[in-house]
């Protein structure tokens, strides 16, 4: 990706959120939702790290260059995708494209170890919050993409469409948001998404200029894992990705480097009295983690790069350099709803 041109333009470094992952098996059982296959944040976007930056830095997204009432995307048939939702004019990095409230919200359940959450025990949830929308709702609702699984025959229809289009709703909820459903994966997506906690609603962000024409996508799943790791997870929703990432060896082994990278980084980050030898070392494993993430362009997780970046410049005291070298390198997860 080329690096944006704005560079006058302040830096603002959210926390990476960091995932709870738990031990799933890869291969899901669509009798449970798989906490790794909801639709999720792979960062906290609204909390600048703290003492490095200031809170005028933070850099709001850009409204949609758009007429007040109408959206700046397109819902459309796409070849072997079913829908999608299609740019309507050229939308400049960091532009919002969609932020939606969740049509219905339901807890999790308890998590059964090593399964996921039991979708049987969300059944009441869900039909309470189905039956509680207008009929224009809830026919919202059914539209929506339904993938069953030949072990699902008798599951209701309320919760194969759960678990083939929810995202997270803040911690240890669900929702359905029937705008951004349409929005197709891709393993290297062009736009940032994420739960603000501060509106209660989703936010569809451009991660970079996205052409008229071109198709929005965003990550359903964490993407730091090899490419038949990631099919793996998407079996869920029923299709195999066949984006440019995964026609990629080199882009794969790229990814568990960047997932080995993040493993070391997580671990040091919050160590105090690291040597100064470690801490160089550290410093220099940060940087090749942006580099390496901006060359996947791994939107979601520039903000956890940057901050590693930025903490262990912090620990060799070199705030200005951060401000500096960062503010060339202004193409990073930036992110105020
Ligand atoms: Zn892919």
Known sequence: MAPCSTHRELLVIFLGLILSFVSITAACDPLYLN?????????????????????????????????????????????????????????????????????ISVPMPEMVPGQGFRMADMLTNVEDAFHSLSPAQQQEFLDLHEHRFPTEENQSKLLTILRSNAYNTGDDYVGIFPKIARINHSCRPNSGNFWSMKRNQRVIYAFRDIER?????????????????????????????????????????????????IEVLEQKVHLDGLSEKSAERMLSKSMSLVDMIEEEELADYLAKAYHFAAVFHEKKGDLKWIRWNLSQRSNMSMISA
Do not use: M, W
Not at 61 to 84: H, M
Not at 216 to 228: Q, W
């Open 35 to 103: 906490p790794l296959l909801v639709h999720q944040d792979l960062c906290s976007a609204e909390f600048p790290v703290s003492g490095v930056f200031q809170e005028h830095e933070i850099l709001p997204l850009r409204e949609a260059p758009t007429e007040a009432s109408s959206s700046v995307y397109d819902v459309v048939p796409i070849p072997g995708k079913g829908f999608g939702v299609v740019a309507n004019r050229k939308l400049p990095r960091r532009t919002k494209i969609i932020i939606e409230e969740a049509l």
């Open 213 to 261: 024409g071109e198709e929005v996508t965003v990550s359903y799943i964490p993407l730091t894992k090899s490419t038949k790791e990631r099919q793996a997870r998407l079996f869920q929703y029923g299709f195999t990705c066949g984006c440019d990432a995964c026609q990629s060896v080199e882009s794969s082994r790229k990814r568990v480097k960047i997932a080995d990278f």
